[in-house]
C-alpha cells in the first residue's frame, strides 16, 4: 500500500500534472468571466434587437403539456434551442479570446531582442591554418 502512496505522490508532484491542475483551475475561473461577459455585456444588447426576448428561452415545442384540473398530467416537450445557441455563442467568444492571448502571447515572444550568438570556438583545422599563416607571415618578413 505505501508503494501505491509513494508512485502516486511521484506522480501527482510531476511538473507537467501540477501545470495542468493551474490550467484548469484558472481555465475554469476564465470560463466563469467568459459567461459573466456573455450574459450581462453581449447579450443586453442582442435582447434589444430580438424585441425583448432571450436568446435562451427559444425552444421548439414538440408536445404541449396537458393541464387538467390545474395539474399537469402531460408535460411539455421541447427542445431547448436557445439554451444550445447560448452555449454554441460562449464557446466562440472564449475561443476567440484564447486566440487572441496565444497571438499576443506569440507577439512578445518574437519581439524579444535576440542575444547575439556568442561565434563558436574555431576548430582544429582552422587554428592549424591561422598558425600556417603566422609563419607565413614571418618568413616573408626575413
Same mark, same amino acid.
Given at each position: 500500500m505505501s508503494k501505491l502512496v509513494s508512485e502516486f505522490k511521484e506522480?501527482?508532484?510531476r511538473g507537467n500534472v501540477m501545470d495542468m491542475a493551474v490550467g484548469i483551475i484558472i481555465g475554469g475561473a476564465?470560463?466563469?468571466?467568459?459567461?459573466?461577459l456573455v450574459a450581462d455585456v453581449i447579450m443586453p444588447p442582442i435582447t434589444l434587437l430580438t424585441s425583448g426576448s432571450n436568446i435562451e428561452d427559444l425552444k421548439w415545442v414538440l408536445r404541449e403539456a396537458v393541464i387538467e384540473g390545474g395539474e399537469i398530467t402531460r408535460p411539455e416537450v421541447a427542445m431547448t434551442v436557445g439554451t444550445f445557441l447560448q452555449a454554441v455563442?460562449?464557446?466562440?467568444?472564449?475561443a476567440f479570446v484564447i486566440?487572441?492571448?496565444?497571438k499576443g502571447m506569440n507577439k512578445l515572444r518574437k519581439?524579444?531582442? /535576440?542575444?547575439p550568438a556568442t561565434p563558436a570556438e574555431p576548430s582544429d583545422e582552422v587554428k592549424l591554418?591561422? /598558425?600556417i599563416k603566422?609563419?607565413?607571415?614571418?618568413?616573408?618578413e626575413k
Open positions: 506522480f501527482a508532484m476564465f470560463g466563469k468571466i467568459v459567461s459573466s455563442l460562449d464557446f466562440f467568444i472564449i486566440f487572441m492571448l496565444i519581439a524579444k531582442p /535576440e542575444e591554418l591561422g /598558425e603566422e609563419l607565413l607571415k614571418k618568413q616573408a
